[in-house]
T-cell receptor, first 113, second 109 residues
Framework: GEQVEQRPPHLSVREGDSAVITCTYT??????FFWYKQEPGASLQLLMK?????EINEGQGFTVLLNKKDKRLSLNLTAAHPGDSAAYFC????????????FGAGTRLKVIA | EAAVTQSPRNKVTVTGGNVTLSCRQT?????MYWYRQDTGHGLRLIHY???????QIGDVPDGYKATRTTQEDFFLLLELASPSQTSLYFC????????FGPGTRLTVL
């Protein structure tokens, strides 16, 4: 089945620095790709959904890159601030007769002021 | 007006106990999912459903049953709870993206 590997598991950066989190996946039938943010004690908040073969999406303070050829998805927080401190998860949606989602193990990001 | 709600929010039971976790969505979505979240594993899929009466087995189904009684309601059943099932449980509904509930923290002593 689909394997989603997320790196790094922990990341500490200084305020204003960039932070890059990467996921690789194995199933070529993966359709949609997601990044979620989870603050302590909270549920998951959708940051971005992407689905084109090669796509760069920009949100508020971050960029998401999908490369289907390399089966790689990345999240780049361009100028991290302490409010970005949280856990981040990538997720991949598969269609195998039903829609199923597989998550990466998560990255715990700490932004130091 | 939360679209996905879960109850209870916290539950403590003993080994061998019987637990039911409830999830309700008002998004009119066909798909609903149950996950458990443990440190180092992210979210792992237990069971999911694409409509009332339907049930699909996820990636970590052992020790869990589920039932989808209506389009809105999806239940997760632990009939003989074990300490290894101590976890944070999330429910989600989905169209082209998932909408998560607030989570239920379950402790099995």
């Amino acid at each position: 089945g689909e394997q989603v590997e997320q790196r790094p598991p922990h990341l500490s950066v200084r305020e204003g620095d960039s932070a890059v989190i990467t996921c690789t996946y194995t199933d070529p039938n993966s359709y949609y790709f997601f990044w979620y943010k989870q603050e302590p004690g909270a549920s998951l908040q959708l940051l971005m959904k992407v689905f084109s073969s090669t796509e760069i999406n920009e949100g508020q303070g971050f960029t998401v890159l999908l490369n289907k050829k390399d089966k790689r998805l990345s999240l780049n927080l361009t100028a991290a601030h302490p409010g970005d401190s949280a856990a981040y998860f990538c997720a991949v949606a598969l269609y195998t007769g039903n829609y199923k989602y597989v998550f990466g193990a998560g990255t715990r990001l700490k932004v130091i002021a | 007006e939360a679209a996905v709600t879960q109850s209870p929010r916290n539950k403590v039971t003993v080994t061998g106990g019987n637990v039911t976790l409830s999830c309700r969505q008002t998004n009119s979505h066909n798909y609903m999912y149950w996950y458990r979240q443990d440190t180092g594993h992210g979210l792992r899929l237990i069971h999911y459903s694409y409509g009332a009466g339907n049930l699909q087995i996820g990636d970590v189904p052992d020790g869990y049953k589920a039932t989808r009684t209506t389009q809105e309601d999806f239940f997760l059943l632990l009939e003989l709870a074990s300490p290894s099932q101590t976890s944070l449980y999330f429910c989600a509904s989905s169209d082209s993206e998932q909408y998560f509930g607030p989570g239920t923290r379950l402790t099995v002593l």
